[in-house]
């Protein structure tokens, strides 16, 4: 049976992206006579907000959207994150980064969130080369870090993978797409990548559909399926969006949110049918 799933973060309103892509999800299930989840992805703290988490309730029921079954949070899933951290850190393909708080802002405010699109600076690989013993060392000293994946380390293990995009085909795995990610936070202990693959595996996620700013994070959680034994779904990467100006819809643009949009008058049904469904 497909199953599909919407996963958004609560860090504000939902806007017509999310409105596109949710309805994008639910729309492939229903197709098949599947199941289609949600997903609050909610790992954040500093990010996530109660308040935001009803407002996609009342969103998604808006626009007549009905997810199956209870809807997993995030942050109900810690233990399970360890789990797996200790089992890559077992496998020898996690290696602590001590990195400047300076240049682990840079990172942070990129990897407890899920990375749309190109452009995030790869890490150097500055702490790569060190030694175990100082490894140890500085981690028993109480050295704040976090934990990133060797992608090549990785992919000596994993050897050559593929994964398929519904409607892009067949994708030969990139091991060092976005370089040695992080997968664990200092300060939240996991990571988008990390959460996001465990949870899809959790939810028995057949055919994952996100936009396709997300298609280079696919190589890295291909991988993660292969190191921690995980079943293997399909990807359908849907086209972005735009409005008017060509603009993708972000809360960074000020895109109107649903909720506005509610208030302004529109109907669910129109808008909708603008976006297709
Ligand atoms: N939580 C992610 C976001 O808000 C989506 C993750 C995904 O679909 O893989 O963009």
Request: glycine share 8%; hydrophobic share 35%.
């Amino acid at each position: 049976m497909v199953i599909t799933r919407f996963a958004p973060s609560p860090t504000g309103r939902l806007h017509m992206g999310h409105a596109y892509s949710a309805l994008f999800a639910e729309s492939l299930a229903i197709v098949e006579g599947g199941k289609f989840f949600l997903r609050i992805e909610d790992i954040d703290k500093n990010r996530c907000r109660e308040e935001h988490v009803e407002g996609i309730y009342e969103d998604l029921k808006w626009l007549g959207i009905c997810w199956d079954s209870e809807v997993l949070f995030q942050s109900t899933r810690f233990d399970e994150y360890k789990n797996s951290i200790n089992i890559l850190r077992g496998m020898d393909v996690l290696y602590p980064c001590f990195c400047s708080r300076k240049r682990i802002e840079i990172e942070q405010s990129n990897v407890g969130l899920a990375p749309h699109g190109p452009g995030s600076p790869k890490y150097s690989g500055n702490c790569r080369a060190i030694e175990s013993e100082e490894r140890e060392d500085r981690i028993v000293k109480g050295e704040s870090h976090s934990w990133r994946l060797d992608c090549s380390k990785a992919s000596a293990i994993t050897g050559e993978l593929q994964w398929f995009d519904q409607l892009a085909g067949n994708m030969n795995m990139e091991p060092s797409i976005l370089g040695d990610v992080i997968i664990s936070r200092k300060d939240i202990a996991t990571s988008y990548h990390l959460a996001v693959t465990l949870d899809d595996a959790e939810q028995g996620v057949t055919l994952i559909s996100r936009g396709e700013d997300l298609r280079e994070s696919t190589h890295v959680h291909r991988m993660l399926q292969c190191l921690l034994g995980l079943p293997v779904p399909q990807w359908c990467h849907h086209k972005l969006i735009t409005n008017s100006a060509g603009k993708r819809f972000s809360k960074r643009e000020g895109s109107l949110t649903l909720k506005e949009m509610r208030d302004s008058g529109i109907k669910a049904e129109d808008l909708r049918g603008e976006l297709g469904f």
